[in-house]
């Protein structure tokens, strides 16, 4: 079970296992997918979520058990997408998606190493 701060975390999390079945969204990534269902989609296949090409690219992700990020513009606002394996007692445990939105003024900072 995921701990109570995701619940009302300011962004959508998607949880599923090993074989693309989504066990967890927290309340956001519930109403970003309402339309194609919320929280109906708990205990279905994530990959019948995706059309081609992205379910092509998620079953490769997740045989090869790979990170994948990018950015996408819906309805004017900015997101970023971060899908990741993710391992409990390093095994493979399945995918986890966050969907972020990116502000469109942010301030961006180059850290260097002291010295």
Same mark, same amino acid.
């Given at each position: @079970?995921?701990?109570?701060?995701?619940?009302?975390?300011?962004?959508?999390?998607?949880v599923?296992?090993?074989d693309g079945?989504? /066990?967890?969204?927290?309340?956001?990534?519930?109403?970003?997918?309402?339309?194609? %269902?919320?929280r109906?989609?708990?205990?279905?296949?994530?990959?019948?979520?995706?059309?081609?090409p992205a379910?092509?690219k998620l /079953?490769?992700?997740?045989?090869?058990?790979?990170?994948?990020?990018?950015?996408?513009?819906?309805?004017?606002?900015?997101?970023?997408?971060?899908?990741t394996?993710w391992?409990?007692? %390093?095994?493979?445990?399945?995918?986890?998606? /966050?969907s /972020?939105?990116? =502000?469109?003024? @942010?301030?961006?900072?180059?850290?260097?190493? =002291?010295?």
């Amino acid at each position: @079970m995921m701990p109570d701060w995701i619940l009302d975390f300011d962004g959508a999390v998607t949880v599923c296992d090993r074989d693309g079945i989504i /066990l967890y969204m927290n309340e956001r990534a519930v109403r970003s997918f309402e339309r194609w %269902g919320g929280r109906s989609l708990l205990g279905q296949s994530l990959i019948d979520c995706h059309p081609e090409p992205a379910r092509s690219k998620l /079953l490769d992700l997740m045989e090869h058990r790979q990170k994948n990020v990018y950015t996408i513009e819906k309805a004017g606002v900015n997101k970023m997408i971060y899908q990741t394996p993710w391992f409990e007692g %390093g095994e493979y445990a399945g995918f986890v998606e /966050l969907s /972020l939105e990116i =502000p469109t003024e @942010m301030p961006h900072f180059v850290r260097r190493p =002291p010295g």
